[in-house]
């Protein structure tokens, strides 16, 4: 019978890659609390129309991208491409929004049909961050310092570069999409075949071609920012002297746009050149139309979102992971004789109460004192507990450093301390 394996794109994670996922997912969350955000959860299955009225239905995604099914009754469901819909349709549906401000966050598994490749998956997962009732460029200019903090907590911060624009207020946007067009169908012939299909559906997105005969046609093209209305000039040059005045560097990019059709104002990446072609670790940017356009009341809204696996990419190729995190036992206990064997587990616990903090992995399944240091040592502790009848009698246990071959005679009420000193002076 043949083996069922995992559906392509859609990839396990396996014990010693979590670890790693974990370190992320602990750091931001960690600099997420610090700011005050909380976590909201939402389901990975919504109707198809909350994706169709939020990103679009002429959109890649929707049209070619999104999982789509029919419940059996009838109803149309998708798997969630993206996150910021969802969590909207959350927060509204709630009650979270209507006089309020939100400062949010959710992490989970999003889904896309597209062609797997390195850091790009079917499955993929992505931590996102919402904000809501909040209209000045303080709260843009607050995401923007939370990632950067984050990067810098994580190691990577010069190793990734912030991308930022304005794409004006939906009216100002309108009157330059249609300028682009204009200028765009008299070089029509000029643009490659992605690019013509998007000049019919989202035009925008022509300014993120990477057809070298398409940016050339670009370079002579209206700019966004001779149609910019005053109030978004005003906003962006108020968040670029507020990352000024907190020394965070960044690149005005005037061809950054985003793919979706609910942005507008500040949009924003984080970039890296130690990812190849895949060089997006984080994006995001300003939506204050999504709220309503979902039936709600017109509430400015801001967030963004990164990619879970191409960070850890990241950091693995940095080789920015402590070492610690890919060590998930600190100490291993070992047992022979009669006595040794029954008194090892009440040990093991006896450890975990006095400690608090030490990883501690008792052996089970018998076998041989050498084949228990063999998976002492496999196991990755720093410390391996020896217990046999006569540590038992004399209530001491042999305790040996695997890293520095010492090994020393310690009381059992002496243990945790002794091993917690140890651990936190190395």
């Known amino acids: 019978m043949a083996r069922i394996k995992a559906i392509r794109g ?8 979590t670890a790693v996922w974990q370190y992320l997912e602990g750091t931001v969350k960690s600099v997420l609390d610090s700011y ?3 976590q909201i959860r939402m389901p990975i299955v919504e109707q198809t129309d909350l994706f169709k009225r939020t990103i679009g239905e002429v959109t890649d995604i929707v049209e070619k991208e999104m999982y789509t099914f029919e419940d059996r009754n009838g109803e149309s469901l998708t798997l969630r491409p993206e996150g910021t819909a969802g969590c909207v349709r959350a927060a509204e549906e709630h009650g979270l929004l209507y006089n309020q401000t939100q400062r949010l966050w959710y992490t989970g598994p999003m889904f896309r049909y597209e062609r797997p490749q390195k850091g790009r ?7 996102g961050v919402e904000t809501f009732g909040m209209t000045g460029p303080d709260i843009d200019a607050e995401l923007i310092l939370l990632s950067a903090r984050l990067w810098k907590q994580l190691g990577i911060l010069d190793s990734v570069e912030l991308q930022i624009n304005t794409l004006a207020s939906n009216e100002a946007r309108a009157d330059y999409k249609s300028a682009l ?3 765009l169908k008299t070089h029509i012939d000029s643009l490659d075949e992605e690019s013509k299909r998007r000049l019919e559906t989202n035009p925008l997105r022509v300014l993120d071609s990477k057809d070298a005969g398409t940016q ?10 001779d149609h910019i209305d005053d109030e978004s000039k005003q ?16 690149v005005v990019n005037p061809k950054l746009v985003r793919g979706l059709d609910y942005y507008c104002k500040t949009v924003f990446e984080w970039v890296t050149s130690s990812l ?21 009341r017109s509430t400015p809204a801001v967030g963004f979102a990164m990619g879970v696996e191409r960070l850890v990419l990241l950091l693995e190729t940095l080789d920015a992971i402590p070492k610690q995190v890919s060590q998930t ?8 004789g009669e006595a040794g064997n029954q008194a090892a587990m009440g040990l093991a616990e006896q450890l975990r109460n006095d400690s608090g903090s030490l990883r501690v992995q008792l052996h089970c399944g018998g076998g041989s004192f050498k084949s228990q240091m063999k998976k002492a040592d496999k196991s990755g502790a720093q410390f391996v507990i020896i217990l046999g009848d006569q540590e038992v009698e004399t209530k001491t246990a042999a305790v040996k450093d695997l890293t520095e071959g010492d090994q020393e005679s310690v009381p059992f009420s002496e243990l945790a301390n002794y091993l917690d000193g140890k651990l936190t002076d190395k």
């Open 10 to 17: 859609m990839n396990d994670i396996l014990p010693e890659q």
């Open 329 to 336: 036992v600190d100490v291993y206990v070992t047992s022979m």
């Open 235 to 250: 906003h962006f040059d108020e968040l670029l002297a507020r990352l000024d005045s907190a020394g965070i560097s960044y």
């Open 276 to 296: 190849g072609a895949q060089g997006t670790v984080c994006a995001g940017g300003r939506y204050d139309g999504l709220v309503e356009q979902l039936g709600g």
């Open 36 to 38: 005050g955000y909380q």
């Open 216 to 225: 050339s046609v670009l370079s002579d093209a209206p700019s966004l920012m």
């Open 181 to 183: 067009v204009d200028y």
């Open 121 to 127: 998956y079917r499955q993929f997962h992505q931590i």
